[in-house]
């Protein structure tokens, strides 16, 4: 029932932004804890962002300061501002929907989005 649909991915060069969004349906994402996880070429998972029911964050070290996380309760809708995009960031990016209202920063949450690709080259 639970679905998650990310969107605002594409080609970015770098140094520049990109806001990707995460709305869901089937759940009330105020009562829950949100993440974004992203997934470089032939790397592993790694977790972006994350945002508690409340409003706590945290973010991987190599994106403070360039990425935020926010969310909009009313509209169901999760966001990732990328500001001064590196080549390293090109990845698969995945929404996810924890389990309770505070992230668990060793796993992902119970529910996936399809992810959204982010290409950041000259």
């Known amino acids: 029932q639970v679905q998650l649909v990310e969107s605002g991915g594409g080609l970015v060069q770098p140094g520049g932004s990109l806001t990707l969004s995460c709305a869901a349906s089937?759940?009330?994402?105020?009562?829950?804890?949100m993440g974004w996880y992203r997934q470089p070429p032939g790397k592993q998972r790694e977790l972006v962002a994350a945002?508690?029911?409340?409003?706590?964050?945290n973010y991987v070290d190599s994106v403070k300061g360039r990425f935020t996380i926010s969310r909009d309760n009313a509209k169901n809708t999760v966001y990732l501002q990328m500001n001064s995009l590196k080549p390293d960031d090109t990845a698969v990016y995945y929404c996810?929907?924890?389990?309770?209202?505070?992230?668990?920063?060793?796993?992902?949450?119970?529910?996936w989005g399809q992810g959204t690709q982010v290409t950041v080259s000259s």
């Open positions: 089937g759940t009330i994402i105020s009562l829950y804890a």
């Open positions: 996810t929907r924890y389990s309770g209202s505070t992230y668990n920063l060793r796993i992902g949450g119970e529910y």
């Open positions: 945002i508690s029911n409340y409003g706590a964050t």
